[in-house]
C-alpha cells in the first residue's frame, strides 16, 4: 500500500504528558498539510510542508504545538502538555507541488487515516 | 472572520440528482474550491475541484458563479454509498495569514 501512513493509530494520554505523531507521505508527493478535526466538524489546518520547509500554519496553533519535516519526507507534530481539549484526530494528508505558493491550488490531497488521540 | 457555510444535512433518495450548495465569502483571489467526502472513521476523499464556471468529472459536477462566493457540488443519480460528509475547502486570508477553510461539512443520507 503506497498510500499516506499514520502512526499511531489511537493514543490515549494523561494531561500534561507529550506526545508525538508521524505521517509517511506518498513517496512522491512534497506537500504535507496536518489538521485537527472533532467530532461533527470538517478538519482544521494545522499546517503544511513543501519539502522541509514549513509554509504556513495556523494562528489558531499554541505554541504547544511543533511540526517538523527534517528531510522532506516523513513528518510529526509534537504536542507538549496535552490538555483535555487537544482531544481529536489528527489528520495528514499529502499532495504533489502545482504552481504557486497556495496550498489549495489545483492538488488533490490524500489523507491518512488519522491518528485518534484521547487525552484523559 | 473567514469561513465557509454549507447545510448542515440532507435527504435524498436512490437515482436522484444532489446539489449541496457552499457560501465562501472571503476565498483568496488566486484560490480554486475544492469538494472531498468523508466516510466515519477515515479521512477525506477529494471529489472535484474548480475555479471558475463549471468542472464535471466522472463521480460530479462543480458550479462557481462569476463572483466566485458559492460553489455548488452536484451528484447525478446518487446511490446509497453516496451516504457520507461533503466537505467544501477553499483557502482564504485572515490577517494576512493564508489558511485553508474547511466546511463545517453536509451529513448526506441517501434512502432506498
Known amino acids: 500500500d503506497t498510500g499516506v501512513s499514520q502512526d499511531p493509530r489511537h493514543k490515549i494520554t494523561k494531561r500534561g504528558q507529550n506526545v508525538t505523531f508521524r505521517c509517511d507521505p506518498i513517496?512522491?508527493?512534497?506537500?504535507l498539510y496536518w489538521y485537527r478535526q472533532t467530532l461533527g466538524q470538517g478538519p482544521e489546518f494545522l499546517t503544511y510542508?513543501?519539502?522541509?520547509?514549513?509554509?504556513?500554519k495556523s494562528r489558531l496553533l499554541s505554541d504547544r504545538f511543533s511540526a517538523e519535516r527534517p528531510k522532506g519526507s516523513f513528518s510529526t507534530l509534537e504536542i507538549q502538555r496535552t490538555e483535555q481539549g487537544d482531544s481529536a484526530m489528527y489528520l495528514c494528508?499529502?499532495?504533489?507541488?502545482?504552481?504557486?505558493?497556495?496550498?489549495?491550488?489545483?492538488?488533490?490531497?490524500?489523507f491518512g487515516p488519522g491518528t485518534r488521540l484521547t487525552v484523559l | 472572520l473567514a469561513k465557509t457555510t454549507q447545510p448542515i444535512s440532507m435527504d435524498s433518495y436512490e437515482g436522484q440528482e444532489v446539489n449541496i450548495t457552499c457560501s465562501h465569502n472571503?476565498?483568496?483571489?488566486?484560490?480554486?474550491i475544492t469538494w472531498y467526502q468523508q466516510f466515519p472513521s477515515q479521512g477525506p476523499r477529494f471529489i472535484i475541484q474548480?475555479?471558475?464556471?463549471?468542472v464535471t468529472n466522472e463521480v460530479a459536477s462543480l458550479f462557481i458563479p462569476a463572483d466566485r462566493k458559492s460553489s455548488t457540488l452536484s451528484l447525478p443519480r446518487v446511490s446509497l454509498s453516496d451516504t457520507a460528509v461533503y466537505y467544501c475547502?477553499?483557502?482564504?486570508?485572515?490577517?494576512?495569514?493564508?489558511?485553508?477553510?474547511w466546511g463545517a461539512g453536509t451529513k448526506l443520507i441517501i434512502k432506498p
Open positions: 494528508a499529502s499532495s504533489s507541488r502545482d504552481r504557486g505558493r497556495s496550498p489549495n491550488n489545483y492538488n488533490e490531497q490524500f
Open positions: 513517496s512522491e508527493h512534497n506537500r
Open positions: 510542508f513543501q519539502n522541509e520547509a514549513q509554509l504556513e
Open positions: 472571503n476565498i483568496a483571489t488566486n484560490d480554486y
Open positions: 474548480g475555479y471558475k464556471t463549471k
Open positions: 475547502l477553499v483557502g482564504a486570508y485572515m490577517d494576512s495569514n493564508y489558511q485553508l477553510i
